[in-house]
T-cell receptor, first 114, second 114 residues
Framework: GDSVTQTEGQVALSEEDFLTIHCNYS??????LFWYVQYPGEGPQLLFR?????EKGSSRGFEATYDKGTTSFHLRKASVQESDSAVYYC?????????????FGKGTQLIIQP | EAGVTQSPRYAVLQEGQAVSFWCDPI?????LYWYQQPRDQGPQLLVY????????NSQLPSDRFSAVRPKGTNSTLKIQSAKQGDTATYLC????????????FGPGTRLTVL
């Protein structure tokens, strides 16, 4: 079955640091890739998605580029703020498994120290 | 536009007790999902509906869990005889098929089984 791997369980940075959260995927088809963000006490909310190789998704200063060759969709932000503290999930949807199904990674908790 | 609403927000049970979770999706959304999110993990799909029909319930523990969406709007997820391993947050999400794959999540119900 499909799977998503986020290697960092937690990332701690200071304000204005550069952020990278790694995401690699395994899918039998050609998946659509997503980044979701979850704040305490809330459900996940979509940051952005990408559907094709080399497509870049972006929102709120975050960005990620779909790389079919390395099966990756790493999240980056040039300068983080304290308000970015949250849990970030990489996810995929694969039409061969049912286009509506989202498979999530385990999440990366981002802690930004002022 | 009102978001996805869920109730109750919290539930605490003894093992063997029953509990029901209720979800009101975004108006007009034809697809409704139930996810289980154990602590410090990503959401895992349990079941989803298009209108009133179950599309996929393969991950729903059918001996104790049931889900219905009788009129294609609100939905109820029920656990007949809760176990400690059911301790998790239960998230409801909805989407509109013709508008792509974006799922909108509710705040979830945090269940603790003692």
């Amino acid at each position: 079955g499909d799977s998503v791997t986020q290697t960092e369980g937690q990332v701690a940075l200071s304000e204005e640091d550069f952020l990278t959260i790694h995401c690699n995927y395994s899918a039998s088809g050609y998946p659509t890739l997503f980044w979701y963000v979850q704040y305490p006490g809330e459900g996940p909310q979509l940051l952005f998605r990408a559907s094709r190789d080399k497509e870049k998704g972006s929102s709120r200063g975050f960005e990620a580029t779909y790389d079919k060759g390395t099966t990756s969709f790493h999240l980056r932000k040039a300068s983080v703020q304290e308000s970015d503290s949250a849990v970030y999930y990489c996810a995929l949807s694969d039409s061969t498994e049912g286009a509506d199904r989202l498979t999530f990674g385990k999440g990366t908790q981002l802690i930004i120290q002022p | 536009e009102a978001g996805v609403t869920q109730s109750p927000r919290y539930a605490v049970l003894q093992e063997g007790q029953a509990v029901s979770f209720w979800c009101d999706p975004i108006s007009g959304h034809d697809t409704l999902y139930w996810y289980q999110q154990p602590r410090d993990q990503g959401p895992q799909l349990l079941v989803y509906f298009r209108d009133e029909a179950v599309i996929d319930n393969s991950q729903l523990p059918s001996d104790r869990f049931s889900a219905v969406r009788p009129k294609g709007t609100n939905s109820t997820l029920k656990i007949q005889s809760a176990k400690q391993g059911d301790t998790a947050t239960y998230l409801c999400a909805s989407s509109f098929l013709d508008r792509g794959l974006e799922q909108y999540f509710g705040p979830g119900t945090r269940l603790t089984v003692l």
